[in-house]
């Protein structure tokens, strides 16, 4: 498998402009993360989905932020409007099916997202 | 409030010597407890899951250890190399996928 793919790897783009970074989960998999990474705040999760259904999204940080997930091989996520704040590293992740939330997470490779 | 502290913040080592990375938490209640390695401009990569019970586990050269009572786990890397120049990050969850990551030790191994 080609593991987590991330799309697209970098992305500088406009204040106000909209922004939409996606992903393909490993095959097979039924949880699928959406993380950001900053260096101020580190690693966050934002919002997680199982089985296409999102589960949490209490890490989302506002309304301009939305993720979706059509079917189990494609999700998104999408910023609207984009503000310099929103810069950071988003990454994807994927994982089988889990219990108690112990199984292994398998991260892509990140978009770095700049906004000027 | 539920907080993950590592230490050091950063670590400077000879290759082939062995080092000890730390993290205490303060997560209730508590489901299990990750290590994960980050390559710089990569995803993390996971290294140990430990659960309530388990209190060592071992991934080739890294072991984890895990006591639970004292809120406490260290990251064992024994004789390193210079590819284990990277951060890593201890990561707790409460339950689910509700997790406190920590802010990571960077480690950066000298030949």
């Known amino acids: 498998d080609a593991g987590v793919i991330q799309s697209p790897r970098h992305e500088v783009t406009e204040m106000g402009q909209e922004v939409t970074l996606r992903c393909k989960p490993i095959?097979?998999?039924?949880?699928l993360f959406w993380y950001r990474q900053t260096m101020m705040r580190g690693l966050e999760l934002l919002i997680y989905?199982?089985?296409?259904?999102?589960?949490?999204d209490s890490g989302m940080p506002e309304d301009r932020f939305s993720a979706k997930m059509p079917n189990a091989s494609f999700s998104t996520l999408k910023i609207q409007p984009s503000e310099p704040r929103d810069s950071a590293v988003y990454f994807c992740?994927?994982?089988?099916?889990?219990?108690?939330?112990?199984?292994?997470?398998?991260f892509g490779p990140g978009t770095r997202l700049t906004v000027l | 409030k539920n907080q993950v502290e590592q230490s050091p913040q950063s670590l400077i080592i000879l290759e082939g010597k062995n080092c000890t990375l730390q993290?205490?938490?303060?997560?209730?209640?508590?489901?299990?407890l990750r290590w994960y390695k980050q390559d710089t401009g990569r995803g993390p990569v996971s290294l140990t899951i430990?659960?309530?019970?388990?209190n060592t586990k071992s991934n080739g050269r890294y072991t984890a250890t895990l006591d639970a009572d004292t809120k406490q786990s260290s990251l064992h890397i024994t004789a390193s190399q210079l590819s284990d120049s990277a951060s890593y990050i201890c990561?707790?969850?409460?339950?689910?996928?509700?997790?406190?990551f920590g802010a990571g030790t960077r480690l950066f191994v000298k030949a």
């Open positions: 992740a994927s994982s089988p099916p889990a219990v108690f939330g112990a199984d292994t997470q398998y």
């Open positions: 095959s097979g998999h039924d949880y």
């Open positions: 989905f199982n089985n296409n259904v999102p589960i949490d």
């Open positions: 993290c205490n938490y303060t997560v209730s209640p508590f489901s299990n």
């Open positions: 430990m659960t309530f019970s388990e």
């Open positions: 990561v707790v969850s409460t339950g689910g996928f509700k997790t406190i």
